[in-house]
């Protein structure tokens, strides 16, 4: 009888082969590849759907939170949108090939560095469908093989994209085992994926903070750790109100569940009065939970028909990836910074300010994939910061920071060309 | 009573404090500390050399290896050649702060990535007490906080230098604690070292196979592993037969204690009568063992005065770290590419030929840090490679592959400068 560790080896051997003819595969090819998985997701619509309202029916009726169902479901317009995101990743540059740092050395030596898959990259995710044609498609596009391992809510839905992808792949001249799909949804799986080293090369889990923690954790491979985004933005005392009050509501309401949110509002002293009532009726109006130190309280507890408890100590440092917010006072950039570095993940952090000085200090001083001057931490996404796509966002200081993109998920091999030089 | 452990959790605090403190020093104030330590190297020869000697002594009395001797050994050449890399490093650019990448995305925003330090690297090596110089200089240069642990033969110039280094990079603004030296030899400490996934961002390790592998799987933290070159030549059909021998004599005798000394030549079959007694002859004269398969042998045997033996299946894949060799007669450039495939480790891989197709598949298809064409596996080396210097060889494919110089020392922050952008 064949075991499920048997089965998973037979999915790290068949990624692993189709890696090699993958790697040599023209850039043309791969963007064909894309092309036909971008059309089928169309043309499929209906087989998909349908796969997906069993297991949306299933978790709703097995208590599945409303969050976890949002990220489920699957319609028609979301299809196309999955769609168009294949299309755009098809289109992207093809970052296998580029070669780059090219010198003649003294001797003639011809040197350079030729960008290159990494070879077989494994993913572990959760209740997401599109996320299996996400990494699928990034994958493809960047050369790599890739097993795919997603959560047994959307195992119908992940089964039908899986089998969709490959034989839209195939009939492009990839070959489908390229992209593998880990069928049992035995939970035992995952731990023996994660020992699997000799099959894969990088493992991305894609999900809430225990799955990154526990692969961070148990990869034998390296893995990216990332996702888990304790954001904060500091209103500096030079700070412009209006833009202010903006971007916190674009980083706080617009994507509430994801872990570019901000969690922690810091707010200079010297702005406070003018800023924090302005905000405080902003995000309360938006449903938002405020959770304010001493300070904060009573500059807000004077605002008529506004509603806002008191912080903890746990509140500094929580991910909330819901519609809840803490706010402190500080009475200086320096403060500020202490607390970012003391309670940050080192994901994304913000600075508002007009003030040339504090703005340079904030950008040099502060340790994170990504640090911004009058913009909001939802501006850490791939897609916005010239990437095309993403595949993960990294808190890793190793190999990639911030989000993973096409080039992020590939390696180099340093090439010398010569004329029979001797180092003697 | 203190413990080893706790000793070296004071040297993981006192580097991860002075890293915050060396990644905003600028460049000019790295470069002084390095000047100061090429100084030192000079100025206090005769503390080294003295401190060294008693080192030789103890270890000579103890059995080291010639070869180990050899490396341990220090005189006034090797400390002048010492300070002298020591400028070189001081003068190259500086890895830090350079953004790269930037760009104005469609809203406005100014998007870029800067280079900043990793922070805090750990090394481990074993009897050259150079390693002690080489990869403090390497950290401070590139704003890195460094934890040395070499091995106990060379414990008293160990101590030495690191004094030396930290007292030079001390009067030049850097805090001395930036470089910390593990002053106890007790075994123990690597293990403990491998643990301090708080304190160590990267682990170098610097020595021998069993090392090497010891790191790569113990390490809590991301590892280089690398070091270990199982290295092929491969002599196609349409070599020019002096270009080739005077590449494998090279590769093989210069450096045969090196990482990236060739260890198996694979001849093709139509060339190997004109090449293999020729090369045979060259290398046997310099000292060098020939391990032969059955072809090579029965060609070989044949030359008068030559002395070769039979090949074992061991001897395929091995790296031999000395003046050994084995030879096999390949019948295609599949036969080598499949061979390297088998045998290989990703360290380095060369071919002589001077056909220009079988010179490009070569190219394309082997996966190794360096692929060579007509040139020598001796210039897998960061300094032949234009690194200026190197800290390591990876074989990894994340991070960095290949030598590790500077840049490869560095990670990256995005910063984004806006002018009040929203997402939306």
């Not at 596009?141 to 490959?166: D, M, Q």
């Not at 799986?189 to 809430?208: H, S």
């Not at 902003?282 to 806002?308: F, H, M, N």
């Not at 007009?354 to 703005?359: I, K, L, P």
Request: charge should be negative; include cysteine; glycine fraction near 10%.
């Amino acid at each position: 009888m064949q075991t499920v560790a048997d089965e998973l080896a037979i999915n790290g051997k068949r990624a692993r082969e189709s890696a090699r003819a993958l790697a040599r595969l023209s850039g043309q090819v791969r963007e064909l590849a894309l092309t036909n998985t971008a059309e089928a997701l169309q043309a499929r619509r209906d087989e998909i759907l349908s796969a997906n309202d069993l297991d949306h029916q299933e978790a709703r009726s097995g208590g599945l939170s409303d969050a976890a169902l949002g990220r489920l479901l699957l319609d028609e317009e979301r299809l196309d949108a999955m769609a168009d995101d294949v299309r755009r990743v098809a289109a992207l540059p093809d970052p296998i090939g580029e070669t780059f740092d090219m010198r003649s050395m003294p001797n003639g030596l011809r040197v350079g560095r030729r960008r290159v898959p990494l070879g077989v990259i494994g993913a572990i995710y959760e209740s997401r469908p599109n996320v299996t044609i996400d990494i699928a498609v990034l994958c493809v596009k960047s050369g790599n093989a890739v097993i795919l391992r997603g959560g047994k809510e959307a195992i119908r839905s992940n089964k039908v994209l899986a089998a969709l992808v490959r034989e839209s792949i195939a009939a492009a001249g990839v070959p489908k085992d390229a992209v593998q799909f880990v069928e049992s949804t035995d939970r035992a799986l995952v731990g023996r994926m994660l020992e699997m080293k000799e099959y894969i090369d990088l493992m991305i889990p894609r999900g809430g903070a225990e799955l990154v923690r526990r692969v961070g954790e148990e990869a034998t491979m390296p893995a990216v750790t990332g996702g888990v985004g304790v954001c904060h933005l500091f209103v500096d005392r030079a700070a412009e109100v209006d833009m202010a009050v903006a971007l916190v509501r674009d980083s706080k309401v617009s994507r509430p569940y994801a872990c570019n949110a901000v969690d922690t509002l810091l707010v200079h002293s010297g702005i406070a009065p003018a800023f924090l009532p302005r905000v405080a009726r902003e995000l309360t109006g938006a449903g938002v939970e405020l959770r304010c130190d001493r300070r904060a309280l009573s500059i807000l507890g004077q605002v008529e028909g506004l509603r806002v408890i008191p912080a903890t100590d746990e509140d500094w440092g929580t991910e909330y990836l819901a519609l809840t917010a803490a706010v402190r006072i500080v009475d200086s950039v320096d403060e500020a910074l202490g607390h970012i570095d003391t309670y940050g993940s080192g994901h994304t952090e913000a600075i508002v300010s007009e003030d040339y000085s504090v703005a340079m200090r904030f950008l040099d001083e502060v340790d994170a994939g990504v640090v911004l001057v009058n913009a909001g931490t939802v501006f850490n996404d791939g897609g916005q910061l010239g990437l095309g796509s993403e595949v993960a966002i990294s808190t890793n200081k190793l190999h990639a920071r911030g989000p993973m993109g096409l080039r992020e998920l590939t390696s180099y091999k340093w090439t010398v060309l010569g004329a029979g030089q001797v180092r003697g």
